[in-house]
């Protein structure tokens, strides 16, 4: 496929979006490596695209890997590619990600889960262009690739914890594009919410127009923890449920609507509302509970409380199995350990028994 993809649109006019839109032209015009913070959600892929967009490589692949998803040995094999027989299931050779990328962009997404391991393959990587298959001797091939990384974690504690290289780290980072939350430009909302409700509307015979004033000051006002993706899923799902022209407040979901009252409202009700929507958001989106849930924890967006209702709720459905708990949550089984230990030093396990 030769033809450049649709270029990624940026929206919003938010002055730290129209930083962002010069920063990313500029970022476009050099071939230096990039590292993309912010919170899931938030846009690290779409501005990650849109550099590659505006860059010499355009017409070039963009070709993602997400090093969340997949056990070391896979991300491994994924990335660099495989010969034949080189592990069980290794039924032929297969192309890695970085050759398929030659000539464009990588983009490595959740680059702060990689073990320790695929760190020092990456960085020898970096360090000479040169990629060896898994299971080749010697035949190693040489590529031309730019490398856009994205995190959600700080790499700099992930550094002091020794779970992060240091020297991998000044690799990736030359260009540093932070993606702020989408509560810190609310202005950007209305723009979002419109652009997104023509495009779900575009297709198909819908009802629903637009948004009132009313209900749009109770988007406006909440707080979107899992950032723009929760808004995009947001409208999606009101033009599908929405029977009206005119979407109203009593439209929203309640922890939408009824924020602005959310003060008067008893505080079990409102933690029970947080875990009850996260849990719904990770059956959803099928993402992870480290890129969906760990962060807001760790930054404090979600209490102790939220966390043990939601494995509570994860521990009710997998009838008090954690590893089905780990599963449901979108984590590869390899994770059990450090799900139980990661619960554990947070004081967030939850008695199974009380669920069997
Ligand atoms: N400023 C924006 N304008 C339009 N769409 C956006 C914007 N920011 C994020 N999105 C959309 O929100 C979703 C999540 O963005 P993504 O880049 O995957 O986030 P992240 O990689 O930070 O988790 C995607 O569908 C993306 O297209
Ligand atoms: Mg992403």
């Known amino acids: 496929m030769l033809a450049a993809a649709v270029e990624p649109q940026l929206i919003g006019e938010s002055p730290a979006v129209a930083d962002l839109r010069a920063d990313i032209e500029r970022t476009a015009r050099s071939d230096a490596k990039v590292l993309i913070t912010g919170e899931s959600g938030v846009g690290k892929e779409l501005v990650a695209r849109a550099v590659h967009a505006h860059s010499t490589r355009a017409a070039r692949p963009f070709v993602a890997v997400n090093c969340a998803g997949l056990p070391e040995t896979l991300l491994e094999s994924e990335l660099f590619g495989h010969v034949k027989g080189s592990f069980t299931g290794a039924y032929r050779d297969k192309q890695g990600k970085l050759e398929m990328a030659d000539g464009g962009t990588l983009f ?11 760190q020092g393959l990456l960085l020898r990587f970096l360090e000479t262009g040169e990629l060896q298959k898994v299971g080749a001797d010697r035949s190693r091939t040489t590529v031309n690739i730019r490398v856009i990384a994205a995190t959600n974690r ?14 991998l780290f000044y ?22 919410v419109q652009r997104f409700l023509q495009r779900s509307t575009a297709t198909g015979h819908y009802a629903l127009r637009a948004v009132s004033p009313e209900a ?9 923890p899992g950032n723009v993706r929760e808004l ?3 409208v999606e799902r009101l033009v599908v449920t929405c029977q009206r022209e005119i ?16 003060a008067y409202r008893p505080r079990r009700e409102r933690r029970r509302t947080v875990s009850d929507e996260l849990y719904q958001k990770l059956l ?4 992870s509970f480290w890129t969906l849930v760990y962060p807001l924890y760790m930054q404090r967006e979600i209490t102790r409380g939220n966390l043990r209702d939601l494995i509570r ?5 997998a009838r008090g199995n954690y590893r089905i708990v780990v599963r449901l949550f979108n984590m590869p089984h390899g994770d059990y350990k450090r799900f139980l230990n990661f619960l554990r030093t947070h004081e967030c396990q939850v008695s199974f028994k009380e669920f069997r």
């Open 108 to 118: 490595l997404d959740e680059v702060g889960e990689m073990t320790l391991r695929m």
């Open 313 to 317: 709720k994860g521990l009710q459905e």
């Open 154 to 167: 700080n790499l700099r504690e992930l550094i002091s914890q020794q779970a992060f290289r240091e020297d």
């Open 247 to 262: 979407a109203q407040p009593d439209d929203l979901p309640p922890e939408i609507r009824l924020l602005p009252f959310g």
């Open 284 to 287: 959803d989106t099928g993402e």
């Open 216 to 224: 749009m000051d109770a988007l406006t006002k909440y707080s979107w």
């Open 171 to 192: 690799r990736l980072n030359v260009i540093h594009l932070l993606v702020p939350p989408l509560r810190e430009r609310r202005t950007d909302i209305p723009d979002l």
């Open 232 to 234: 995009q899923n947001l």
